[in-house]
């Protein structure tokens, strides 16, 4: 058990503070002025932002409204379950703050900073990268400059995160399910050659990957196959690995999820079973994208079934793994601040 008085922070990208136009235009306009997501200086960052966030708020609060929930939306909702979860299971203080809108990294510090001399934070990103985890880093510096952080390691391929996701596939992939695709978050190629400090290995070739190199410890696309191997190894279906949720003109990771489900239609698959392993909980790019749109792609070129395996959530494998990290000496983790 932690010697220091604890406290736990679960954590996420974020969510609009209602399925409106309005907060949801706030919300994007939050995330992309992120530098970290969209890596354009400050005021061409800014125009561009202000462009996207009007052009995308209309459509985007017409998705949230389908999968919102009346507590605030299911990211939200899975996030403070977790956090009961692991209240409830240990003697720690827990509190939920998101990188983008509410509940922030600001509302948890104040939660946690009267009670707790030393905080741990629950990374949601199983998978490095500059947009998801190292924005979160450095943003909690700031926000908890003057306290002990620690932050979980990227756990890609921890064996237990494996065998927590392994557990929901074999439980949700029906019988009949011809085909499983491993639907992960997409980035821009950029980001992943900008992460590649050496600047001559990532993307210089299609088996990049698979050439082992100082930058992978760094490199979301790398992270995100070893990911695929793991649970394919355990599934006794068919594997495909696609990227998902683009943004804008620019090339992201490839091959697109909705180019392979309709490729996957076209050759004969007809119950495909879709996982996202780059999200520890469902959300509007699970249950909005995959769940309506990636769905009815397939369907139109040719597929019966798309059946969504649900993210970790509050699975007990993963809670288990959870409190196992809450409780473990800091220096298993990533110290941030030290206070």
């Known amino acids: 058990m932690p010697t220091r008085r604890r406290g736990i922070l679960i954590t996420n990208l974020g969510t609009p503070a209602a ?14 002025m992120d530098p970290y997501v969209i890596t354009l ?11 996207i966030a009007k052009r995308r708020s209309v459509q985007s ?9 009346s507590s605030g939306g299911p990211l939200r909702d899975h996030a403070e379950s977790l956090a009961q979860c692991v209240r409830a299971s240990t003697s720690l203080f827990v509190a939920v703050g998101m990188r983008y809108g509410k509940p922030s990294f600001e509302d948890a510090y104040r939660i946690l ?30 926000v908890f400059s003057d306290t002990r952080t620690f932050i979980t390691r990227p756990y890609f391929e921890d064996p237990a995160f ?49 050439i082992p190199h100082p930058t992978q ?17 355990a599934v006794a279906v068919p594997t495909t690995v696609a990227f998902q949720s683009r943004l804008g ?34 959300n509007i790019e699970t249950l909005y994208e995959i769940g309506f749109e990636v769905r009815h ?33 800091g220096d298993n983790h990533v110290l941030l601040n030290d206070s």
Do not use: M
Request: hydrophobic share 40%; proline share 5%; charged share 25%.
């Open 297 to 329: 792609a397939f369907r139109e070129a040719g597929g019966q079934r798309l059946d969504v395996v649900p993210c970790l959530n509050e699975s007990q494998k993963w809670v288990d793994l959870v409190i196992k990290w809450a409780l473990e000496d």
């Open 19 to 32: 399925p409106t136009r309005g907060a949801v235009k706030e919300y994007l306009e939050e995330f992309l």
């Open 61 to 69: 609060a017409k998705a949230y409204a389908q999968i919102w929930t």
């Open 162 to 210: 494996a065998d927590a996701h392994a557990t929901l596939l074999k439980a949700h992939i029906a019988i009949d399910v011809d085909h499983l695709l491993l639907s992960f978050h997409g980035v821009p190629e950029l980001h992943i050659r900008k992460a590649d400090l050496s600047r001559d290995h990532c993307l210089k070739g299609d088996d990049c990957c698979e």
């Open 41 to 51: 200086p400050g005021p061409l960052r800014y125009l561009l932002v202000k462009a």
């Open 113 to 142: 900073k009267p009670a707790c001399d030393e905080i741990l934070v629950i990374s949601a990103y199983p998978q490095y990268a500059d947009s998801t985890y190292k924005s979160t880093v450095e943003r909690l510096k700031d």
């Open 249 to 282: 003109p620019a090339s992201w990771l490839k091959p697109y999820t909705v180019d392979k489900v309709r490729e996957l239609a076209e050759g004969g698959v007809r119950n495909l079973a879709v996982a996202c392993p780059s999200f520890i909980s469902d």
């Open 217 to 233: 410890s760094t490199c979301y696309r790398y992270q995100c196959l070893r990911t695929a191997a793991l649970l394919s190894d």
